[in-house]
């Protein structure tokens, strides 16, 4: 299987070290979950890169004869001539995953586990979802999405630990976790209950700036598919759980120094894109007059856990309102930052960035007519102060009121998604160029 690795692994959607050398592989836990053929193992492996090492999760299915239905999953074959494939993708073993988690077993040195007093049923398909994920999820008939944690760090991961201290404490915000599997060093798998009727904010946003866009002559406030409602109702579940996470894990006031420290990281992540994206040169001075202002904040800042990868995707709307999901924070950062303390204004940037998104990548894939530039402006201001007035509402703290804090944070977050966007899709590297260009004029 190893030799198949090299060239699989940087295939995969959710592999996070793509473009780098790898320099070796080395399987690191390799445990049989199903005898016979089909067969099931779980394997974690670690890819050295270099300077760092980064382990992944597997479940590799093995296979005298490959059914066509799996061929897509393919990763290679053994000494024997079997077929190696991703069984992530294969519903005769994950439903295996269920009964394991169901009868809370220990299972060659995996813990399956579940919260007390929840059944869980068996009988149920499991099939991959579609979307563009870091991770993979498995979802099992309507009724539970199994989340497979694929870059695996030693510890509690955020998303459980989170999910599971909101829901503690009663909020409807969070989809409370089922149950999880774990080894002894590491969580790997979360499962929740499925939302079958929810749609994701991104999808949902992106079909009132369709419906805007094909309403020529109307404004953002005048159009069927407005969602200013929506974005002043997600600003208040944003504000509900953080203070909700204030509460109930660490949180402390920074001092005034930290502010100075944060710029200083800004600064050096400035210098750092600037050598991958040279056009950022142009609004260089901008960016480091907005991240000296917070340096010279004369007040410590309030710190807490965060969402830490805040956008439109990371939550669902259903019927009784917005959930928020994937408390994981950034995979490509290592987990000590994931889980640092940092100020709530963090993922307020991170949701305004998405705002802006929503609103201009349609515009970015074609040649855009200026009238649309207007809508998209408007659409954007529209549901960030939406977002805002309702963060504002829910907890008495209104985040325009951080101007300088959020203005600096949302730069940052800016001059991250420059470098993304040349290295991955070169033709939306004009919309945070531009919501710079807007940001510092
Ligand atoms: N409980 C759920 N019910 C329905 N869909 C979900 C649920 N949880 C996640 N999803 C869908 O799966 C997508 C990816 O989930 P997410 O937790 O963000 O995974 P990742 O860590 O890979 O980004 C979400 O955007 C959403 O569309
Ligand atoms: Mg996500």
């Known amino acids: ?19 780098r050398e790898i320099h070796g592989i080395d399987i690191v836990a390799d445990r049989l979950l199903v005898e016979g053929d089909p067969s099931l193992r779980h394997v974690l492996v670690a890819v050295d890169l270099g300077e760092d090492t980064e382990t992944y ?47 809370g077993e220990d299972e060659a040195g995996l813990r399956f586990r579940h919260l007390p007093g929840v059944d869980i049923e068996t009988d149920l398909t499991g099939i991959v979802m579609g979307a563009e994920q870091s991770n993979t999820s498995i979802v099992f008939g309507d009724s539970y999405i199994l989340k497979l944690f694929r870059k695996v760090a030693p510890g509690l991961n955020p998303d459980l630990e989170i999910t599971r201290a909101l829901a503690d404490t009663g909020t409807r915000a969070v989809v409370p976790p089922l149950g999880w599997i774990e080894d002894e060093s590491a969580t790997l798998a979360m499962m929740q209950p499925f939302l079958k009727s929810a749609s994701d904010g991104w999808s949902f946003a992106v079909t009132s700036v369709r419906d805007l866009y094909a309403e020529g002559d109307l404004h953002a406030d005048e159009v069927g598919g407005d969602f200013a409602g929506e974005s002043e109702r997600l600003g208040a579940v944003t504000a509900e759980v953080h203070a909700l996470l204030a509460e109930v894990l660490p949180s402390r006031l920074a001092d005034e120094a930290e502010n100075a420290a944060t710029a200083k990281q800004m600064h050096e992540r400035l210098d750092a894109a600037l050598a991958v994206v040279p056009e950022l040169a142009d609004y260089a001075d901008g960016l480091r007059s907005a991240y000296d202002a917070l340096a010279e904040l004369r007040a410590g800042v309030p710190v807490q856990r965060i969402h830490g990868d805040f956008h439109l995707g990371q939550a669902l709307r259903v019927d009784d309102g917005w959930k928020l999901i994937d408390f994981e924070g950034e995979p490509a950062r290592p987990l000590s930052e994931r889980i640092a303390l940092m100020s709530p204004m963090r993922d307020v940037a991170g949701m305004l960035r998405s705002f802006d998104y929503a609103a201009r990548h349609l515009l970015a894939e074609q040649a855009a007519a200026p009238n649309l530039e207007y809508r998209a402006t408007e659409w954007a201001e529209r549901n960030r102060d939406a977002f805002c007035s309702g963060y504002a509402r829910a907890c008495g703290h209104d985040p325009r009121d951080d101007a300088v804090l959020l203005r600096a944070m949302e730069l940052d977050k800016a001059v991250y998604e420059v470098v993304y966007e040349a290295r991955n899709r070169p033709t939306w590297l004009a919309i945070p160029l531009g919501s710079i260009e807007r940001l510092v004029r």
């Open 1 to 19: 299987m190893i030799d198949a690795l090299p060239q699989w692994l940087p295939q995969q959607r959710w592999f996070g070290a793509k473009g």
């Open 57 to 103: 999760q597997l479940l590799v299915g093995c296979r005298e004869e490959l059914p066509t239905r799996l061929a897509h999953a393919t990763i290679g074959t053994d000494k024997s001539g079997n077929a190696l494939y991703d069984a992530a993708h294969d519903n005769e073993l994950t439903h295996v995953l269920l009964q394991l988690i169901r009868g």
